[in-house]
């Protein structure tokens, strides 16, 4: 038997109790501490890395020595419990046979709306732990994310996307007229093509975004026959975690190739320079451009067609 990948990264949901005790351990420690975006705070020694989104908030741990600062430090100092290397035992839910579902690009103004599907049973979900797979969230960059896919794919993981891009969105929109239903009628084709791939799979998890029963609404016949979850925090679950690094990967991509199409860079979500950007192409296309590029039914969409 192979001996085990050393782990190099490590997510821990965190209370906000827990995200205070942390900083004070840390500190004690001899941690340097700098200012993050997104982040309650971000603390480096030597290799070791410690990420603490306000999200959540949740702890993201890179480099090295993780496994120690885990049972040593995070698990016996902040967190009163040892679960690290027991992950079966305290959360078999994680292992056992079923579907994750997540999306990308629903708050981002260009793009289109991914959703993608994973599925595992223990083996997969053995691969999946070992390979570092995590809620893309805490991936900070696109060649990690790049990276992680190409892991999902090297573990066959069986996978369903549904890409959902600028024109359609916006037709879609149009139609339904309300972002969760759009969602939900995203997530039940994701979970449709998996039936189809994996038609004994009893259950399937995602991100609570609308109540259930929206999302049983839009199911078709196979999916009907499922067992559905939404729960906050579903990205610890290693299903959805694949998903949403699938879904992040199949958005990035899309920007970068349809910026290199159009030659200017698509900027993400909806900042001040993502305006510029939405300006700029007004300018020099027309306003027609952002029907093929961007979420219009978006209040920035009317902020740059009046500025431009």
Same mark, same amino acid.
């Given at each position: 038997?192979?001996?085990?990948?050393?782990?190099?990264?490590?997510?821990?949901?965190?209370?906000?109790?827990?995200?205070?005790?942390?900083?004070?351990?840390?500190?004690?420690?001899?941690?340097?501490?700098?200012?993050?975006?997104?982040?309650?705070?971000?603390?480096?020694?030597?290799?070791?890395?410690?990420?603490?989104?306000?999200?959540?908030?949740?702890?993201?741990?890179?480099?090295?020595?993780?496994?120690?600062?885990?049972?040593?430090?995070?698990?016996?100092?902040?967190?009163?419990?040892?679960?690290?290397?027991?992950?079966?035992?305290?959360?078999?839910?994680?292992?056992?046979?079923?579907?994750?579902?997540?999306?990308?690009?629903?708050?981002?103004?260009?793009?289109?709306?991914?959703?993608?599907?994973?599925?595992?049973? #223990?083996?997969?979900?053995?691969?999946?732990?070992?390979?570092?797979?995590?809620?893309?969230?805490?991936?900070?960059?696109?060649?990690?994310? @790049?990276?992680?896919?190409?892991?999902?794919?090297?573990?066959?993981?069986?996978?369903?996307?549904?890409?959902?891009?600028?024109?359609?969105?916006?037709?879609?929109?149009?139609?339904?007229?309300?972002?969760?239903?759009?969602?939900?009628?995203?997530?039940?084709?994701?979970?449709?093509?998996?039936?189809?791939?994996?038609?004994?799979?009893?259950?399937?998890?995602?991100?609570?975004?609308?109540?259930?029963?929206?999302?049983?609404?839009?199911?078709?016949?196979?999916?009907?026959?499922?067992?559905?979850?939404? @729960?906050?925090?579903?990205?610890?679950?290693?299903?959805?975690?694949?998903?949403?690094?699938?879904?992040?990967?199949?958005?990035?991509?899309?920007?970068?190739?349809?910026?290199?199409?159009?030659?200017?860079?698509? #900027?993400?979500?909806?900042?001040?320079?993502?305006?510029?950007?939405?300006?700029?192409?007004?300018?020099?296309?027309?306003?027609?451009?952002?029907?093929?590029?961007?979420?219009?039914?978006?209040?920035?969409?009317?902020?740059?067609?009046?500025?431009?």
């Amino acid at each position: 038997m192979s001996a085990p990948k050393p782990l190099h990264s490590h997510t821990a949901p965190l209370t906000e109790l827990q995200a205070g005790v942390l900083r004070g351990v840390l500190a004690s420690e001899g941690f340097e501490f700098e200012e993050r975006p997104y982040m309650l705070y971000f603390a480096k020694k030597a290799k070791l890395t410690v990420a603490v989104y306000a999200k959540g908030p949740k702890a993201l741990i890179q480099g090295r020595g993780i496994e120690d600062f885990i049972t040593l430090v995070l698990e016996s100092r902040v967190l009163g419990e040892a679960k690290f290397g027991y992950e079966e035992v305290h959360s078999p839910e994680l292992f056992e046979p079923h579907f994750g579902i997540d999306e990308s690009g629903k708050g981002d103004f260009f793009g289109p709306l991914v959703i993608c599907g994973a599925y595992v049973n #223990p083996d997969i979900a053995r691969t999946l732990k070992d390979a570092g797979v995590r809620d893309s969230k805490a991936v900070t960059s696109d060649k990690k994310i @790049r990276e992680l896919a190409a892991a999902i794919r090297r573990a066959r993981v069986p996978t369903s996307t549904v890409v959902i891009a600028p024109p359609r969105y916006n037709d879609l929109y149009r139609k339904i007229g309300d972002l969760n239903r759009l969602l939900a009628w995203g997530h039940a084709r994701a979970i449709e093509d998996l039936c189809k791939l994996c038609p004994d799979c009893p259950r399937a998890l995602s991100d609570k975004f609308a109540h259930v029963r929206l999302l049983e609404r839009a199911l078709m016949v196979n999916g009907r026959k499922l067992v559905l979850e939404q @729960r906050t925090k579903a990205e610890s679950d290693y299903a959805v975690a694949a998903a949403s690094i699938l879904a992040r990967e199949k958005f990035i991509d899309w920007l970068d190739a349809k910026g290199s199409e159009i030659g200017t860079i698509l #900027p993400r979500g909806v900042s001040a320079n993502v305006k510029n950007s939405a300006i700029e192409l007004i300018r020099s296309h027309g306003p027609e451009v952002l029907e093929g590029l961007a979420k219009t039914h978006f209040k920035t969409a009317a902020e740059v067609l009046a500025a431009a």
